[in-house]
C-alpha cells in the first residue's frame, strides 16, 4: 500500500487489509514516495478512523517506498495518479511494473480514480477515505482469497 507520505491513506489501506487477512498466509505493509514523515506513527486523524472500526494502526511508522519492496511483495496498490508515476519510475523492469497497481480499480476497473489525499481535509475526509479502502481491499481479499 503506497501513498505520499504514509501516514494517512496507505496505513489506513494496510490496517483495513491485514484485518481482513489471515496473518499467517499474507504480509501487508505501507510506504509513501517522499520521505516526510519516516519514522513516525500514522496521522492521528487516520488512527481515530481506524479505532473506530475496530482497527489499531497504532504499531505502524512511516517508512519510504524502495526498490527492494518489488521483490517483497506481489502486489503494490497505489493510492493515485501520482503515487503510480512515481513508483513505476522505480520499476527495473516490466515485471516490477505489472505489480503496481491503482487501489480503485479493484472497485471501478479501468476508471484509474485516486483515493484523495485527507491530510489538508476535516476528519470527514478521513472517513471517506476509510470507506473507499474498506470497499477496496474487500476484492482485495477476495482475489486473494478464492
Not at 517506498?65 to 497505489?78: E, G, L
Amino acid at each position: 500500500m503506497v501513498c505520499l507520505g504514509n501516514i494517512c491513506r496507505s496505513p489506513l489501506a494496510e490496517g483495513i487489509l491485514q484485518a481482513k487477512l489471515p496473518k499467517d498466509k499474507f504480509q501487508v505493509d505501507s510506504a509513501g514516495t517522499g520521505n516526510y514523515h519516516v519514522g513516525e506513527l500514522p496521522d492521528s486523524r487516520s488512527i481515530k478512523v481506524a479505532k473506530k472500526y475496530g482497527i489499531d494502526i497504532t504499531n505502524q511508522r512511516g517508512r519510504q517506498f524502495k526498490v527492494s519492496d518489488f521483490d517483497a511483495f506481489d502486489f503494490i496498490y497505489v493510492m493515485d495518479n501520482s503515487n503510480f508515476k512515481n513508483v513505476v519510475k522505480l520499476a527495473r523492469n516490466e515485471t516490477d511494473i505489472a505489480k503496481v497497481k491503482l487501489i480503485l480499480n479493484q472497485v471501478y476497473p479501468n476508471q484509474n480514480y485516486d483515493v484523495p489525499d485527507p491530510y489538508t481535509d476535516t476528519q470527514q475526509g478521513f472517513e471517506n477515505v476509510f470507506k473507499m479502502l474498506d470497499e477496496a481491499t474487500d476484492v482485495i481479499k477476495e482475489n486473494l482469497t478464492n
